[in-house]
């Protein structure tokens, strides 16, 4: 089997919990006085729903109506608003925490009971993987002096990613990457050594992080005091015990960058050493400190989930003048901190909502009382469902998906699906089909599959994918079989791909009969199949990939991915390429590449 595509590059995975945290500042600045919320200006682009990672592909000038079965009909096309930055916001929710309520893949037994034995014993799967192990090493060792520095850097994840760093000559040449010339590469050195196992790559990542290592080539000071920040970052998503120690006189060093000193507190977040939550404390209340810093401590609390701290978090909510950011970070930590059991805090959070004079503050709140559960969060998310405004109503839906799962109850989802009978507005559908997703429910999963195959809008079939990955059912495969090979959008078709490669086990032969189709598919397209591979753990796309890295005169673009498909094949660590800064040790490994990860700190 062998695939000859030509692969586009790959769209920079959207990370870090601080773009979240400074999006959702600027939602905070913009909301509106009040819960009426109106459109933003007719200027602004429609936000996209999380895609996992997929790029956004190239449109093709090739018809390829020839290619494909009769479309799937659809229903008239839904109104299309131009949503404002609370409407933008839900997105960003949803793809920082998709994580924490992605299912595991099905069983292959369930998924294909057809399937024969050797496919469906796992052990024969890891034994097949292993052996192409030494061919893997060998070519991913090569890739590591590619001259080409998207391969090199893509070389050195996936090294770690397959647990091949042990090997001596192997960890020289990954290191040796921490001097490369091309930022980018040293930036992937960085991150390869926070995934990689063992003390070698802890030593290394230490010695960025407090500062004893000599960069080269020689960096100005911004590039210093960068780099540091971010090998703190990486240092903090192993649970390094140290440090606390290193970051000590940075955290409080107010002459650093702002961008820079807010990083460093999250860091001591995501270490996950509850002996810094009063650290953390004191910078959320301290009125002289910035409001990203601010913002960025109180982010690190919930990263503890320390419950001791939910008071002072719920403090911050409590008292009005606080910076909108701040209340906005503390409106999202609360759902970390906080439970159903206690009732004096839900029923603050219940009168911090109604008093909230920030849009973005108050339907953040909203989210968190969906997690947090119980009967006053309940009430309180009912009242926010009969407002008039879709604007407010979008999160009070998210959150009723939320009560849904906590209490298993299928009555609940009754004001989903009476509202999803009747909008009319395209970012609202695509909401409630989320929300649906977010039930976990199995008596969502044919309503769901029904409303996602007949949308008219590219945008509500994919928020009908992620709904349907939420929901985790067998009988999900087969809608996104469908759109993958038939739908007439590649956005759809990419989002399609994902979603199969996440939860069927046996979804490699689909992906690649795709790859081989007659379609005219666009570079980005072809790229996310290619790394969809990667997301199957299938070893049998092993030679398919090894082969493609073989071949001379495909582009970076190409090679790249396949590299980091390698990778993925071999990392048995799941945790979906949505969780930006999540649970710690997650945090970016099935990420594409880290060039933007660091773009607030540009």
Request: glycine share 6%; charged share 25%; net charge neutral.
């Amino acid at each position: 089997m062998r695939i000859s595509v030509t692969i586009a590059a790959l769209r920079p995975a959207c990370a870090l919990v601080l773009t979240v945290i400074l999006a959702a500042a600027a939602a905070a600045r913009q909301g509106q006085q009040g819960l009426g919320g109106g459109l933003g200006p007719a200027t602004k682009p429609v936000p996209q729903l999380p895609e996992l990672d997929t790029p956004k592909p190239e449109p093709t000038s090739v018809p390829d109506s020839a290619h494909r079965d009769p479309p799937v009909p659809r229903a008239e096309a839904e109104d299309r608003i131009v949503p404002d930055a609370g409407q933008a916001a839900w997105r960003l929710w949803l793809a920082r925490n998709f994580h924490l309520f992605e299912p595991p893949p099905l069983d292959v037994s369930d998924a294909h009971s057809g399937l024969p034995p050797h496919l469906l014993d796992p052990k024969l799967r890891a034994r097949s993987r292993e052996l192409y192990r030494p061919d893997v090493d060998a070519r991913l060792s090569v890739l590591l002096r590619d001259p080409d520095d998207r391969v090199r850097g893509a070389a050195a994840v996936s090294l770690a990613r397959a647990g091949l760093v042990d090997d001596a000559a192997d960890a020289d040449a990954l290191f040796a990457l921490l001097a490369d010339e091309q930022r980018r590469v040293r930036d992937q050195a960085l991150l390869a050594a926070s995934l990689a196992e063992g003390s070698a790559a802890g030593y290394h990542l230490l010695r960025f992080a407090a500062a004893s290592e000599e960069l080269r080539p020689a960096p100005t000071e911004s590039d210093r005091t960068r780099t540091r920040a971010l090998a703190i970052l990486f240092a903090s998503l192993r649970g390094e015990p140290l440090l606390a120690q290193l970051v000590a006189d940075l955290v409080c060093d107010r002459r650093l960058a702002t961008q820079y000193r807010a990083l460093v507190v999250q860091a001591l977040g995501l270490a996950g050493n509850p002996a810094v939550a009063a650290q953390l404390a004191a910078i959320a209340r301290d009125r002289g400190e910035p409001a990203l810093v601010r913002a960025a401590a109180v982010a690190a609390l919930g990263s503890l989930k320390d419950r001791s701290a939910a008071p002072v978090v719920v403090a911050l909510l409590e008292e009005r003048d606080h910076d909108a950011e701040v209340r906005a970070a503390a409106a999202l930590a609360v759902g970390e901190l906080v439970v159903a059991g206690d009732g004096d805090l839900v029923r603050a959070l219940v009168r911090a909502r109604d008093r909230e004079g920030n849009a973005t503050v108050a339907r953040f709140l909203l989210l968190s009382l969906g997690r947090i559960g119980g009967p006053h969060a309940e009430i309180e998310i009912e009242r926010a469902l009969e407002r008039t405004s879709a604007d407010e109503r979008v999160f009070a839906e998210l959150a009723q998906g939320l009560i849904a799962r906590s209490s298993g109850s299928p009555q609940k989802l009754a004001p989903l699906v009476d509202a999803l009978r009747a909008v009319r507005v395209q970012d609202e559908r695509c909401a409630l089909l989320c929300a649906l997703g977010l039930s976990a429910l199995p008596q969502a999963v044919d309503l769901v599959a029904e409303e996602t195959l007949k949308a008219g809008a590219p945008e509500v079939r994919r928020a009908g994918i992620v709904a349907l990955q939420l929901l985790g059912k067998p009988t999900c495969l087969s809608v996104f079989q469908k759109l993958l090979l038939d739908d007439d959008a590649p956005e759809v078709r990419v989002q399609a791909a994902r979603a199969l490669a996440r939860l069927d086990p046996a979804a490699a032969s689909t992906l690649v009969h795709a790859l081989g189709s007659s379609r005219q598919r666009a570079t980005g397209e072809r790229a996310a199949l290619i790394m969809s591979l990667g997301f199957t753990r299938d070893p049998s796309v092993l030679e398919p990939l090894l082969d493609l890295l073989r071949e001379r005169g495909h582009p970076s673009q190409e090679r790249e991915a396949a590299t980091l498909a390698l990778g993925l094949v071999y990392d048995t660590r799941r945790a979906a390429p949505s969780a930006r800064i999540g649970e710690a040790r997650s945090f970016v490994r099935e990420s594409s590449e880290i060039a933007s990860l660091l773009a607030l700190a540009e």
